[in-house]
């Protein structure tokens, strides 16, 4: 699983010209799922978007997570973060496929809630366009693969 995890000032997401989801100061993390992503991928990458020590303290420090920042977060399910570029067209090949996808999507979403983040999202697999007031600019990477399994 890969998460590219932005620290914003505000971020939405559009559907068709409507607003699917926003939230004010947060994390947008654009997430994109393996073809060998598990539950237990899933729970480790939310755990650690969420505990990330990325807000700023009294002395500009990243010292303070998200839940202690009262940041919110909008996520939005990215593919294309798993783009093989060997040829000028992009290959999705390592990409889940819906039906392996969309349920950890979904687990990831929740296990954000359950840490008690207001979470916001895009829907899976439509046209989305995606805003954002990046805050620093803080844009960080995390990625976790299912042990023995090459991605």
């Not at 699983?1 to 100061?25: L, Y």
């Not at 947060?26 to 807000?55: P, S, Y």
């Not at 819906?98 to 439509?126: H, M």
Request: negative net charge; charged residues 25%.
């Amino acid at each position: 699983m890969r998460a590219v995890v932005t620290r914003v000032n505000e971020a939405s997401v559009k559907i068709e010209g409507r607003v699917a989801g926003e939230i004010k100061k947060g994390l947008l993390v654009l997430l994109g799922v393996h073809k060998n992503d598990t539950e237990e991928v899933t729970r480790w990458v939310a755990d650690r978007v969420c505990g990330l020590r990325i807000f700023e303290d009294a002395d500009g420090k990243m010292n303070i997570s998200p839940g202690d920042a009262g940041a919110e977060i909008l996520v939005v399910s990215q593919f294309t973060l798993y783009a093989d570029v060997s040829s000028r067209r992009p290959g999705f090949s390592d990409a889940a496929r819906p039906d392996l996808a969309i349920p950890l999507y979904e687990l990831f979403i929740e296990e954000c809630k359950n840490r008690g983040f207001t979470v916001a999202t895009g829907e899976f697999g439509a046209d989305m366009q995606v805003s954002s007031v990046n805050d620093g600019p803080v844009t960080i990477v995390i990625e976790r693969q299912a042990k023995g399994m090459d991605a």
